[in-house]
């Protein structure tokens, strides 16, 4: 059944549009920032609009508005995706078959293709925006590694916060609520590394264990050449550790929307 | 033979008590009416008797079989609860081949001729979007008996529909009750009651009780 459901066409036609516009918007905005660089590299321009934050500049707005644009706009559109199906088709569903875990298995998988398809999209046309702008790949080896190194961060992080919007609307919570309860928690956690580097630099491995960290990809150590750029990053943050650090959030997430489902009334 | 049976059923969502107490029994083959003012219970009852909504105590016997004991949900059930829902991007008939698949004891003639039934056109390439109310409901009664099942549970199935749309949903439901299927609907339309149910009862505050009077 999950199969037919994923063509939510209506659904796959608002992510291709708010991303392909905002594959250009931050292709633009961020070739000024490339260009004091001196540097016109394709790599460098995916780490600026989708890898990096400027720890130093947490303390602003803008950048961290900017950095969590393609965020925003998942959120606007997935953040309701389970408890919206639920509301609409449990009672048809749900006097037909017991496996309420496997429906929201089904539903978690659904979120994830649509995150997978909008991200690849997204990198996609901004690569090709960039390379109208005059950036190409200097090394192909090192801009696939950083391609798909980001690729899994954005969307296991991404699909981590879009999982828990979800999971916690099961709890009977209104939607907004939600996303707000999120987002705040997701803005506090990048405060407290801004305020961990800047006070409490002994301690700063710390950031890699707060949740919404692991997808800002030049604070992780150990990265490619052009992430040189960027001297901020956190040691012994690996990619690996953040991969293995989302997964399992999500899975946990998961689990307690398993739990929740399978006990939870319908009406 | 008891086909549904209801032992001092309650139910309590927070400080409310939204069902209270209900002792009912329902034969099989018979169409039973409950009527009452909105928010008397009648949705939360139906519900309940889906298996969508837990007791808080009592017991419901679905032939011969406990509720959230020995079955999470009546294995034979044609629903309809309040609005009906549907996959929007979906034709009439795609909808109720992805509810069909679920349980997957159906065939796609089958569901065509629950459409034909009901007055659409299974060929119909129009996706459920585009439909009017009354297109709705009668697809919603489609889903509902498709798979012929033993118990149907209809909250105001005469809704959105014109006359004569009312007048072909009382006659599929007369077939449904020959055909030996145990039928509860909740309607305003008193004439629905008069015309279908065998038994009327009064819900009332969460209480449901027997009515003998003429509507």
């Excluded at chain 2, 808080?56 to 009906?84: A, M, R, W, Y």
Aim: proline content about 2%; overall charge neutral; some cysteine.
């Amino acid at each position: 059944m999950r199969e037919k459901i994923f063509t939510e066409k209506d659904i796959l036609l608002k992510l291709f549009l708010s991303g392909g516009l905002i594959a250009i918007f931050l292709g633009f905005y961020y070739s000024q920032f490339a260009e004091m660089y001196q540097f016109k590299s394709l790599e460098l321009m995916l780490i600026l609009a989708y890898g990096n934050l400027y720890i130093e500049e947490i303390v602003f707005i803008v950048p961290v508005f900017l950095w969590m644009v393609p965020l925003i706009v998942i959120i606007f559109f997935l953040g309701d995706y389970i408890h919206r199906n639920f509301d609409q088709n449990a009672a048809y569903i749900f006097t037909r078959t017991a496996r309420r875990s496997l429906w929201l298995i089904g539903q978690a998988v659904n979120l994830f293709l649509y995150i997978l398809i909008y991200y690849i999209f997204q990198i996609a046309a901004f690569c090709v925006v960039s390379t109208v702008l005059g950036f190409s790949m200097f090394s192909w080896d090192v801009g696939i590694m950083l391609i798909v190194s980001e690729l899994a961060l954005l969307m296991l992080s991404n699909y981590m916060i879009v999982l828990l919007i979800n999971v916690l609307s099961l709890f009977k919570l209104n939607s907004l609520f939600c996303v707000a309860i999120t987002l705040t928690t997701n803005i506090v956690c990048i405060f407290l590394s801004a305020i961990l580097y800047k006070f409490y630099t002994k301690n700063i491995a710390i950031i890699k264990w707060l949740p919404f960290t692991q997808g800002i990809l030049t604070w992780h150590s150990g990265i490619s050449s052009v992430a040189d750029f960027f001297p901020f990053n956190i040691p012994h943050f690996s990619i690996l550790f953040s991969i293995v650090y989302l997964i399992i959030i999500c899975l946990l997430l998961l689990f307690c929307g398993v739990c929740k489902i399978e006990k939870m009334d319908i009406y | 033979m008891k086909s549904i049976e209801l032992i001092n059923v309650s139910k309590k969502i927070g400080r409310k008590k939204i069902l209270n107490n209900i002792t009912i029994a329902l034969d099989k083959g018979n169409i039973y009416g409950f009527f009452g003012r909105n928010g008397s219970g009648k949705t939360m009852l139906f519900r309940a008797i889906c298996g969508l909504l837990k007791p808080t105590s009592g017991q419901i016997i679905i032939n011969e079989k406990i509720l959230h004991q020995d079955i999470s949900f009546p294995d034979s059930l044609g629903v309809i609860i309040e609005s009906p829902g549907f996959w929007n991007y979906y034709t009439g008939f795609e909808n109720l081949k992805v509810l069909a698949s679920i349980k997957n004891q159906i065939t796609d003639l089958d569901i065509k001729q629950a459409i034909t039934r009901v007055g659409l056109d299974p060929e119909d390439n129009s996706t459920y979007s585009k439909y009017s109310l009354g297109m709705k409901q009668r697809l919603a009664i489609a889903q509902a008996i498709m798979e012929k099942p033993d118990i149907l549970v209809l909250d105001e199935p005469t809704n959105s529909l014109d006359e004569n749309g009312v007048q072909l949903v009382r006659k599929i439901l007369m077939e449904e009750r020959a055909r030996g299927a145990t039928i509860l609907i909740a309607t305003h339309n008193k004439e629905d009651l008069i015309i279908l149910s065998d038994i009327n009862y009064h819900v009332n505050d969460g209480t449901v009780s027997l009515f003998q009077k003429n509507l």
